[in-house]
């Protein structure tokens, strides 16, 4: 028997602890007798035993968490991620290289799962306008409104429907982000211009997975340490457009 003609009965919910019981509560309310299991962590995905993920769709949500190929092959109706960001910034940390690159559009991805990060079929997007003048903060916190928008409209076909989702016509851009090219972005030559600079430290004062922007000087390293921010209030986002399923 393929593992479309079993039964769909557990959705494995990969994210953080704080968003965990929202979506939990989501995919409950849409299928009652689905069974919701919550992991966080690779050990805990990877405890779960193979006759569960047999019968199980895996769905991940704003984690850095790569899933393994052997824990996806396992997995009777497929795997889907949730990505803080448009399909042009596939990879690690998608605000941070908006807020560089002075993107005038961002937004946020639902894709099926593969073994290479960022790199299976789209099944799901909303992109919205930036706000003039954005911080790395607003910016992240509109698109995990717009991420948790994406999850509550594509949570009926994901909880509900033992088919694999409709992907889209759509591709991801071919510059794929990573922690080495990020860092190698923040590395900081002696000789860098005022407005690079400038660029630079917006896009990574925050700090984020350890990367600031970093000197190299007479041998010694030099890490920014930036003040504490400021309270920002959020600039609402115009309506974004959404590109995915129908729910």
């Known amino acids: 028997m393929s593992a479309w003609g079993r039964v769909l009965n557990t959705i494995v919910l990969l994210t953080g602890v704080v968003e965990a019981p929202y979506l939990s509560a989501r995919l ?126 594509l949570a009926p076909l994901l909880a509900a429907s033992a088919e694999p989702l409709a992907e889209l016509p759509m591709r991801w851009g071919t510059a794929r982000s990573t922690r080495r090219s990020m860092a190698a972005l923040a590395e900081i030559a002696p000789d860098i211009s005022a407005e690079e600079l400038e660029l630079r430290v917006a896009a990574f004062a925050g700090n984020l997975h350890g990367i600031v922007p970093t000197i190299t000087l007479h041998g010694h390293r030099f890490r920014l340490v930036a003040e504490p921010a400021t309270p920002t209030a959020v600039v609402p986002a115009p309506e974004p457009e959404i590109r995915a399923l129908a729910s």
């Open 28 to 153: 409950k309310e849409l299928a009652p007798s689905l069974r919701v299991l919550v992991v966080s962590a690779l050990a805990d995905l990877l405890a779960v035993p193979g006759e569960v993920l047999a019968h199980a769709r895996l769905v991940s949500f704003a984690t850095g968490v790569v899933v393994p190929g052997s824990v996806l092959r396992q997995l009777g109706y497929g795997a889907y991620n949730f990505h803080p960001g448009p399909p042009a910034y596939p990879g690690l940390m998608p605000a941070q290289l908006a807020v560089y690159q002075g993107s005038a559009e961002f937004g946020v991805t639902a894709h099926a799962m593969a073994e290479r990060v960022d790199a299976g079929p789209i099944v799901g997007t909303i992109v919205f306008n930036v706000p003039p003048d954005p911080t790395v903060e607003v910016l992240e916190l509109l698109s995990f409104g717009e991420l948790l928008r994406l999850f509550w409209q």
